[in-house]
């Protein structure tokens, strides 16, 4: 069974910082391109960054650069996001996802569009406030 698990969410305040993980089973890391996603209640899900199947490209959306980060660690199949610096419209559920696994390597989408993913988390809940 394919299942990937994000953990670490929270309740935070403004300026603070959060890491979020997530942890695959059933499938292997390797040679995938990882994404990190969000959606508020209301809005569409949005792209937040990626990271590709080696970990030497990332890609960072504007709302997000400086503040956080992504790195993977295939060996225990599991990608970390780190949230610094975190705002109140960083308020909602974050998903990661998993591209398909390519042997020549796996980039992150350059369109970004969510069905470029293959398998999604259930998600983790991160509130930022005051």
């Known amino acids: 069974q394919v299942r990937l698990v994000e953990s670490g969410g929270g309740l935070v305040q403004p300026g603070g910082s959060l890491r979020l993980s997530c942890a695959a089973s059933?499938?292997?890391?390797?040679?995938?391109?990882i994404g990190w996603f969000r959606q508020a209640p209301g809005r569409v899900r949005e792209w937040v960054l990626c990271?590709?199947?080696?970990?030497?490209?990332?890609n960072y959306a504007d709302s997000v650069k400086g503040r956080f980060s992504i790195s993977r660690d295939d060996a225990k199949n599991t990608v970390y996001l780190q949230m610094n610096s975190l705002k109140p419209d960083d308020t909602a559920v974050y998903y990661c996802?998993?591209?398909?696994?390519?042997?020549?390597?796996?980039?992150?989408?350059?369109?970004?569009?969510?069905?470029?993913?293959?398998?999604w988390g259930q998600g983790t809940q991160v509130t930022v406030s005051s």
């Open positions: 996802a998993t591209t398909f696994r390519n042997p020549l390597g796996a980039a992150c989408p350059p369109d970004r569009h969510i069905y470029r993913y293959e398998n």
């Open positions: 059933g499938l292997t890391l390797d040679y995938r391109a």
């Open positions: 990271i590709s199947s080696s970990g030497g490209i990332t």
